[in-house]
């Protein structure tokens, strides 16, 4: 006996709850696509995803420390990977849709710069005049133009579902521009826990990269109440934290997190009284979420980590270096248009020279873009 996609579109809408998204029930793509046998339309998409270049290149690309400071923090991959493992494990407690969640988390980060934050800082800055830069949007751009992987049309042609996701998900720090999916709607469930489960991630495991860099001590934790709570539970005093208890603690943490986001969110869930996915993009809130008190221990946490993480030296000057040099190779292809190779050359006349060389140096790892500053400002360097 085999499961074809009827079948696993019957077991979903069996396992789902009122407002979660079936696969069944999809807007469909942009272009004609027939579907798969053996997979649904939102499993099919996380595989298209999971395929693309772009979703490779996020293994050299930056989340707060640059590739060569060491192979054990995080990179852009083994955060989005972070992502969704908290995505699906928040999904499958809530009955939404667990493929939907995953494809989403995947597709999230596809359109990050180079350097994290600070290359996005930059190409923003230099993009000002042309349309500016948005990683949100490239991510977009990426999954509906950028990758050419298929002859009968631009991008992945994924379902409007996950594109919509992708065009609506939103953290403090980034915020969404749905103006051509529903603006006037949230993002269903599957949205909106992407959005939290890469909060959670990047707090979490942010912590845990600080504590292991020697950026971050434990006694400058000393008084932050999410930090207190896991000195309790394990009865640690200090004042040397060795790697086992680094870890158990920030397993802990991450439990914690989600444990009580699974409970807030049932409560406002069942408050709702929403009996479809529809339902629940129509409030005036986001369901999914902390209780007060954990919202305003994770405020706390976010804010150190700022002061103490993101504005270290060390890193402040990673973001200082990254700025110049993607600040120096816009300046060089825009001086010098025919240094850029020439299958990217052929994008000139379809997207203009700015957004043309924005794209390629977005596409761009730390690692090679710091490879090609040196081979356009080294003398000695080959070209």
């Not at 046998?37 to 490779?56: G, M, V, Y």
């Not at 928040?90 to 995947?106: H, K, S, T």
């Not at 504005?311 to 060089?332: G, N, P, S």
Request: charged share 30%; hydrophobic share 35%; glycine share 6%.
């Amino acid at each position: 006996m085999f499961f074809d996609r009827f079948k696993l579109e019957e077991l979903e809408d069996k396992s789902l709850a009122v407002y979660g998204m079936r696969s069944k029930d999809s807007r469909g793509r942009a272009y004609l696509d027939g579907e798969p046998e053996f997979r649904t339309a939102f499993q099919r998409d996380r595989d298209r995803i999971l395929h693309t270049t772009a979703f490779r290149r996020l293994e050299y690309k930056t989340q707060v420390f640059i590739n060569f400071e060491g192979d054990y923090f995080r990179t852009r991959l083994t955060h989005t990977l972070e992502v969704a493992q908290i995505g699906r494990t928040l999904a499958r407690a809530l009955g939404a849709n667990e493929d939907l969640v995953e494809a989403i988390c995947l597709a999230h980060d596809l359109g990050h710069s180079p350097f994290g934050h600070s290359g996005e800082v930059a190409l923003n800055r230099l993009m000002k005049d042309y349309g500016g830069f948005d990683h949100n949007k490239q991510s977009f751009r990426i999954v509906t133009e950028l990758e050419q992987r298929y002859p009968e049309f631009p991008g992945l042609n994924l379902t409007w579902e996950v594109r919509e996701g992708i065009v609506k998900h939103e953290s403090e720090y980034d915020l969404s521009d749905a103006r051509d999916f529903d603006p006037d709607l949230r993002g269903n469930l599957e949205t909106q826990i992407c959005n939290v489960a890469d909060e959670l991630a990047y707090t979490t495991h942010d912590l845990d990269d600080g504590l292991r860099s020697g950026m971050l001590t434990p006694q400058m934790l000393d008084g932050i109440a999410l930090w207190e709570i896991l000195k309790d539970a394990f009865n640690w005093r200090g004042p040397t934290l060795d790697e086992m208890e680094r870890h158990r603690m920030i397993r802990q943490l991450v439990g914690m997190m989600v444990t009580d986001m699974v409970q807030s969110t049932d409560r406002r869930l069942k408050e709702s009284s929403a009996q479809s996915p529809l339902d629940l993009q129509k409030l005036a809130y986001h369901v999914i979420g902390y209780s007060e008190d954990v919202q305003r221990r994770n405020r706390e946490l976010k804010d150190f980590l700022y002061q103490k993480l993101y504005r270290h030296y060390r890193v402040v000057r990673m973001q200082v270096k990254a700025e110049r040099t993607i600040k120096d190779l816009f300046d060089a292809y825009r001086a010098e248009p025919n240094m850029l190779p020439g299958h990217v050359q052929k994008n000139i006349h379809i997207r203009g020279l700015e957004r043309t060389i924005c794209d390629y140096i977005a596409g761009m790892t730390d690692r090679y873009a710091l490879e090609e500053h040196n081979r356009l400002f080294d003398p000695f360097a080959k070209p």
